[in-house]
């Protein structure tokens, strides 16, 4: 995400908060945080991407200050500037029906671009819902409330602001995918599923504090994001899968009357070992000393 996209949001969080809050006849504040954004030089991609133009025309409707309306007004014109416009048609006809049929053709040409810019719009339109939801769900992850017992010192006066977050690990899942599919909406429920977990709260805190930023957190694999009860489970049983694995590597009995289902080779050695209770039978380990293959009899 570039400075200016970045600088963008912010202005706009805080517009927005000032119609939520009621707070737009702070005119002085207002006025700063427009001439902030006359100042910046925004694309029409940081326009898409922060959705600014509706935080503009929103203050400019909630407040009834003169100067607000009119410097609101100015930036939104600017800003359409940037979006693409119709070529007019200049031409003009040598008789009435080749101007009707001009007119007709002219209509039907306008009629098919204001459909793909309505198409357009509803597109954009759909994917700024489905972000914002997501932000959302990032941010009420994130508010999850701590264990008071657990972390009873705990200082929420150094807590970063869950709305801001969950709008940078947002921006980071959107920017590596470009686009609302499948891959970063699993990527968002995945963010979504660790942050809320009651059992996993270092990751929650580690998060809120800055300990781990909007830019790592977006990109953690599942097994980073596990709590530590859950890794050493998973350390657990990758130890266990290893030793079963070189019991039937090292030592054993050789026997030729096992088949490699692999290779179809009779060549294997085995080991038996009692994994579960006394009054259950063995387990067999077997391996393949021909192609390597392994694999178990209960």
Same mark, same amino acid.
């Given at each position: 995400m570039s400075i200016v996209e970045k600088e963008v949001l912010r202005i706009g969080k805080q517009l927005d908060k000032m119609v939520a809050d009621s707070e737009v006849e702070d005119y002085s504040k207002a006025l700063d945080l427009l001439q902030e954004l006359k100042a910046k030089k925004i694309t029409l991609d940081v326009l898409q991407k922060t959705r600014i133009g509706m935080a503009v025309n929103n203050l400019r409707k909630k407040t009834s200050n003169e100067e607000v309306i009119t410097l609101s007004k100015g930036l939104i014109k600017g800003w359409k500037k940037l979006l693409p416009t119709d070529n007019k048609n200049n031409g003009t006809s040598s008789t009435k029906e080749d101007a009707e049929g001009k007119k007709q053709g002219n209509s039907e040409e306008d009629s098919r671009k204001e459909d793909g810019k309505s198409s357009n719009s509803s597109s954009l339109a759909g994917e700024n819902s489905v972000r914002e939801k997501c932000? #959302? %769900?990032?941010? @009420?992850? $994130?508010? =999850?409330?701590?264990? &008071?017992?657990a972390f009873p010192e705990l200082d929420k006066s150094k807590f970063q602001d869950p709305e801001t $977050?969950?709008?940078?690990? &947002?921006d980071c899942v959107f920017t590596e995918f470009v686009r609302i599919d499948m891959k970063y909406k699993n990527r968002v429920r995945s963010r979504v599923s660790n942050l809320q977990d009651q059992r996993n709260p270092l990751l929650r805190l580690a998060v809120l504090t800055g300990t781990i930023t909007p830019e790592k957190i977006a990109k953690m694999g599942s097994e980073e994001m596990a709590s530590q009860e859950l890794k050493e489970m998973r350390n657990t049983? =990758?130890?266990?899968?290893? @030793? &079963?694995? #070189? %019991?039937? %590597? =090292?030592?054993g009995t050789k026997s030729s009357l096992m088949k490699c289902f692999k290779c179809g080779k009779k060549n294997c050695t085995y080991n038996q070992v009692q994994t579960r209770s006394a009054d259950e039978p063995m387990t067999t380990f077997v391996f393949c000393n021909n192609c390597g293959n392994r694999w178990k009899f209960c």
């Open positions: 932000r #959302q %769900m990032i941010a @009420n992850a $994130l508010k =999850t409330p701590f264990d &008071e017992d $977050l969950s709008s940078d690990i &947002e049983f =990758t130890k266990e899968a290893i @030793n &079963e694995h #070189q %019991m039937a %590597m =090292t030592g």
